[in-house]
């Protein structure tokens, strides 16, 4: 069964800190795509980024990048100078090939607090 | 363009009661998702639509919740005989396909008293 771990359920940080949030996920299957949403106070979940399997190039968007590692399964997401805005629950996610892709399995969600 | 639109915001309802939760998709998307969030939790997957038919309910709690698409956009969350432990939020997500990235809804926020 397809699991995903965000060890980390808080983080704290003052603004224009870099922060790296966790993810370590569990498969048995060898196609998947893994994720990252952002949902800010007001709750919607908002989509940032998907990764398949087979591609481990890391990935800089702005002030975010991720980190994709299969050989230790997992997919961490950094924030570079992070500002107030950045203040969220942030989820990490998988869905498989294997249940075609329907189901994302969702993390706990580190929820990062950025303080002016 | 609109995103995934979901209504109503909020809903409070009592033990007992019937609630019916709408999901509007983005424009064009075949695939519609439920999801529930309880506090402190990621969301976790209830049930899923591939054009009009159910192609996944396993996510379903129980024989209480049912969701249909009649006309495969549009879709309808049922929860029959509320109970406090359904108090959740209910998020919507669609799909342009199978497979591709979903995107949600800003939830229904429910709560049974």
């Known amino acids: 069964a397809q699991k995903v771990t965000q060890a980390q359920t808080e983080i704290s940080v003052v603004e224009k800190e870099d922060v790296t949030l966790d993810c370590v996920y569990e498969t048995r299957d060898t196609t998947y795509y893994l994720f990252w949403y952002k949902q800010p106070p007001s709750g919607e979940l908002v989509f940032l980024i998907r990764r398949n399997s087979f591609d481990e190039q890391n990935e800089i968007s702005g002030r975010y990048s991720w980190n994709f590692q299969k050989s230790t399964s997992s997919f961490n997401f950094t924030i570079t100078a992070s500002q107030v805005v950045d203040s969220a629950v942030y989820f990490c996610?998988?869905?498989?090939?294997?249940?075609?892709?329907?189901?994302?399995?969702f993390g706990t969600g580190t929820k990062l607090q950025v303080i002016p | 363009g609109a995103g995934v639109s979901q209504t109503p915001s909020n809903k409070v309802t009592e033990k007992g009661k019937y609630v019916e939760l709408r999901c509007d998709p983005i424009?064009?998307?075949?695939?519609l998702y439920w999801y529930r969030q309880s506090l402190g939790q990621g969301p976790e997957f209830l049930i899923y639509f591939q054009g009009t038919g159910a192609a996944d309910d396993s996510g379903l709690p129980n024989d209480r919740f049912f969701a249909v698409r009649p006309e495969g956009s549009v879709s309808t969350l049922k929860i029959q005989r509320t109970e406090r432990g359904d108090s959740a939020v209910y998020l919507c997500?669609?799909?342009?396909?199978?497979?591709?990235?979903?995107?949600f809804g800003p939830g229904t926020r429910l709560l049974v008293l």
């Open positions: 997500a669609s799909s342009l396909a199978v497979g591709e990235t979903q995107y």
């Open positions: 996610a998988l869905s498989e090939k294997a249940g075609g892709y329907q189901k994302v399995t």
């Open positions: 424009s064009g998307h075949t695939a």
